[in-house]
C-alpha cells in the first residue's frame, strides 16, 4: 500500500472506506487479523465478511471490525474522518485545535474535542528502556504550564514571584498556585524526548524520576536547581548555573529548554485553555512530535509520522466517561 504523501493527498485517499481498514489492519495486524476475544491459534485465521466489512472468527464465531480494542473502538466517527485526523494531529507542528478539526471534517466541536484526546492517547508511547544507554548525557529540566504572569492580578503575581523563587532554590512543598509542573528528560545521544506532568516539584519526586529514567551512572545534566542536589550519588551529575552562564561546554540543558519552548507555543497558540487534568495528553502529543521530528541522520516525512501513529492505535481506548475524569482509565499505562 503507498501511503500519501500530503495531507490533501491523505484525505483523497481515505475517502474509500475499504482503503482505510485496509491501512488500519495492515499496522494492527501485519500477520492477518486476529480474533480479539480468542487465544493462540485459535484466534487467528478469520475470514472477511466484504458486505459487512467485518471479520468473523473461525473458532468463537464472533464478529469484529478493524476497530476493535483500539482507539476507535465504539466510535461512530467514520474511519474516512479518523485517518486525515491522524494525519493532522501528528503532522501540524503547533498541534491542531478543537475548532479546526470540526470544520476541517465538518464533526461538531464536542466530538472534534473527544477525537483528538483519543489521537493524542494514541501518540503516547510507553517508556521500554531506560535513558542513557548509549553513554551520552541526558539533559534534566522542569517548567511550569499555565495561567500567564501577566494577566494576573497584581497581589497575585507578587505572590506567584516570591513561590517561584522559593521553588528554585528551596525545597519547600514544590507547587505553584495556578500553574502545572512538567518534568522532562532529554537523551542528547538519541535525541528523544519523554516528558510528563508531575504533582510538585520537590527532590523526591523529581529525583524519583531520573531514577525511574535514567540508567545508573550515565551523565545528567540539570540547573542548579537544589532538588537534584543528590543526584551526583547514582549518576554522574553536572549543573548550569542560569544566572551566570547558559552553556559550560557540553554542559547545558538548552535542549530540553528547546522542547519547553516548543510545548508553550502549541499551548499558548493552538490549545489556549487546557485544564491541568488534560495537560498530559498535549504533552503525550507534543513528545511524539519532536521524537519523530525530522532530523539530518533521520529524515522522516509527514508519511512516516503518520504510519507510526498509526502502528500504536492498538491496545489502547478511552471513553467519554475516563475523559471528563468520571472513571479510571482502562488503558495499561
Ligand atoms: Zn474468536
Not at 220 to 240: C, G, I, K, Q, S
Request: net charge positive; with cysteine.
Amino acid at each position: 500500500m503507498e501511503i500519501p504523501k500530503t495531507l490533501q493527498a491523505a484525505i483523497q485517499f481515505f475517502s474509500n472506506e475499504q482503503v482505510c481498514i485496509d491501512a488500519v489492519a495492515m499496522m494492527r495486524w501485519p500477520d492477518g487479523a486476529e480474533c480479539p476475544d480468542c487465544r493462540g491459534e485459535q484466534k487467528k485465521n478469520p475470514y472477511y465478511l466484504k458486505t459487512q466489512k467485518r471479520w468473523k472468527c473461525r473458532y468463537c464465531r464472533r464478529q469484529f471490525s478493524v476497530k476493535v480494542g483500539s482507539i476507535f473502538e465504539d466510535s461512530p466517527i467514520t474511519l474516512q474522518k479518523w485517518l486525515p485526523a491522524l494525519w493532522m494531529v501528528c503532522n501540524c507542528k503547533n498541534g491542531v485545535s478543537s475548532h479546526e478539526l470540526h470544520r476541517a471534517l465538518g464533526v461538531t466541536q464536542k466530538t472534534a474535542w473527544f477525537m483528538l484526546h483519543r489521537l493524542r492517547l494514541a501518540l503516547r508511547n510507553k517508556s521500554l528502556f531506560k535513558m542513557g544507554q548509549g553513554g551520552g548525557p541526558v539533559e534534566v529540566d522542569e517548567t511550569f504550564v499555565g495561567g500567564r504572569v501577566g494577566n494576573m492580578h497584581k497581589s497575585r503575581r507578587v505572590e506567584y514571584q516570591r513561590l517561584r523563587s522559593e521553588i528554585r532554590n528551596v525545597d519547600a512543598s514544590g507547587k505553584y498556585p495556578g500553574k502545572t509542573a512538567v518534568m522532562g528528560l532529554l537523551d542528547r545521544d538519541l535525541r528523544q524526548v519523554r516528558a510528563k506532568v508531575v504533582p510538585n516539584v520537590r527532590r523526591d519526586t523529581l529525583q524519583g524520576e531520573v531514577l525511574r529514567e535514567v540508567k545508573y551512572g550515565s551523565k545528567v545534566y540539570t540547573d542548579e536547581a537544589p532538588a537534584y542536589d543528590l543526584l551526583h550519588n547514582r549518576f554522574v551529575h553536572d549543573m548550569v548555573n542560569h544566572v551566570e552562564e547558559y552553556v559550560k561546554g557540553q554542559v547545558h540543558t538548552n535542549g530540553i529548554e528547546n522542547f519547553w519552548s516548543l510545548l508553550k507555543r502549541t499551548l499558548k497558540g493552538t490549545y489556549v485553555a487546557v485544564e491541568p487534568f488534560h495537560l498530559d495528553r498535549y504533552v503525550d502529543e507534543q513528545v511524539f512530535r519532536f521524537n519523530n521530528r525530522a532530523t539530518k541522520d533521520n529524515p522522516l516525512n509527514d508519511s512516516d509520522r503518520f504510519v507510526c501513529a498509526l502502528a500504536q492505535v492498538a491496545g489502547k481506548r478511552l471513553t467519554y466517561k475516563e475523559l471528563t475524569g468520571k472513571a479510571g482509565e482502562t488503558t495499561p499505562f
